[in-house]
């Protein structure tokens, strides 16, 4: 925003920090996260500290000092944050995804030579997975964990941990578990998604699936073709018991076989076409084809009678291709309708314009400092610019209260 902008929403500006801010309990405190806000807000090419203080005109020490060594709950504010974006969002879904943050050198929390969607390759960079509120037309995030690699536990790690002020309670841990770490610590403020999405990195994860069946979540969630599962007429059989020792669980005797095969076998025909969105010139539409299965492979759950419940698969197959593109699988019950689970399955998108925003406009990766601490209070400070823009966008005349 410009500076004449940023002055036209002044009091808007000052009520929402007002209100984000408020377990601050030092004055001095809120009055800085509302300077480091107004400086993300500010147009410039680099969000980092110096360049904000300058176009502030201020000390960039202030700012160092609040996000680096000054003492503030950042998880209460990134709570009163996700609060917010839930009622201003109003979502369909809650997407899980991650994004890298490319780096030079490695003394920053997290640094290693890691794959990343972002750079399409294996780079230099942290990792950060994210928890977002998204409908069709606005997403904002609700919380962020910083992914540490296995490096970075151990006693090799010991002078790298304590220079980035890494606590002693936080080690290595699968980006899927920080997704579910997000979600019990957005349960535990009473926030709960109605249905979650995420792409293969997380939806291929059997442990991934559990850990949302054992929570009581709905999703859907974009799978590997390669997955196998059995078909939806297939019954376990129960074995004879020879009175020695346990009775034996009930099992399938035929072989799962991969979700292509399972599709191609029904055929592109037993398919449809549907829309899912409208785009800018046009609406999104694609064939699908949908199967019930039970999925096979690592961690099934079966019922108390061996059976694995019934699943969705929804396979993207568009015409003129071989076999199909992209694989859903999803828990939703039986009876809902195709249309719905092809846009819930697609709702993924507007996080791309979340990341786009986040890092182009509100400096989200600009973060030079070094602390694990500083990192995630960046963030959650860039997530507040992000909410406080998508706020003016779904309302512009608001007043400020009074």
């Known amino acids: 925003m410009r500076a004449g902008e940023l002055a036209a929403v002044r009091g808007r500006l000052e009520e929402f920090a007002s209100e984000v ?9 809120r009055e800085k996260g509302a ?22 005109g201020v000390d960039h020490q202030r700012l160092q000092q609040f996000i680096t060594s000054s003492t503030w709950p950042v998880e209460d504010v990134r709570a009163r944050l996700a609060w917010r974006a839930v009622a201003a969002v109003r979502p369909q879904v809650w997407v899980v995804d991650d994004t890298g943050f490319p780096k030079d050198g490695r003394a920053s929390a997290g640094v290693a030579r890691q794959y990343s969607g972002t750079l399409g390759k294996v780079g230099n960079c942290q990792i950060g997975v994210s928890v977002h509120a998204a409908s069709d037309t606005a997403s904002c995030p ?10 970075w536990d151990g006693p090799d790690a010991e002078a790298r941990r304590r220079a980035c002020r890494i606590p002693d309670t936080v080690h290595h841990r699968a980006k899927w578990q920080l997704a579910l770490d997000m979600l019990d610590e957005l349960d535990a403020t009473g926030l709960r998604p109605a249905v979650l999405v995420a792409d293969t990195g997380y939806g291929a994860n059997a442990d991934f699936r559990r850990g949302l069946e054992d929570r009581g979540r709905a ?37 799962p076989v991969s979700l292509r095969e399972h599709v191609l076998a029904a055929g592109r025909g037993s398919g449809r076409t549907l829309s899912w969105r409208k785009g800018s010139k046009a609406a999104m539409s694609s064939h699908f084809v949908f199967l019930r299965i039970r999925l096979a492979g690592r961690r099934p759950q079966p019922t108390e009678d061996g059976t694995i419940p019934l699943t969705w698969l929804i396979a993207q197959w568009p015409e003129g291709e071989a076999e199909p593109v992209k694989y859903w699988v999803s828990n939703l019950p039986a009876d809902i309708p195709a249309k719905d689970l092809v846009r819930l399955a697609k709702a993924r998108w507007r996080i791309e314009h979340d990341y786009r925003e986040l890092k182009t406009a509100l400096g989200l990766d600009h973060f030079e400092g070094r602390s694990f601490t500083g990192w995630h209070r ?14 003016q966008r779904r ?8």
Request: glycine share 6%.
């Open 21 to 29: 801010f408020a377990p601050l309990v030092r004055r001095d405190q």
């Open 35 to 56: 300077l480091y806000l107004r400086g993300l807000l500010l147009e410039g090419r680099r969000k980092s500290m110096q360049p904000m203080a300058d176009r502030l």
């Open 142 to 151: 609700l919380s962020w964990r910083l992914f540490l690699p296995a490096a």
């Open 219 to 255: 999703y859907v969630l974009q799978v590997k073709a390669e997955m196998t599962a059995h078909g939806e007429d297939a019954e376990p059989h129960q074995p004879a018991y020879g009175g020695l020792g346990p009775r034996p669980l009930p099992r399938y005797r035929t072989r």
């Open 378 to 391: 960046h963030v959650t400070l860039v997530t507040a610019a992000h909410l406080f823009l998508t706020e």
């Open 395 to 402: 309302n512009p005349k608001a007043p400020a209260r009074a």
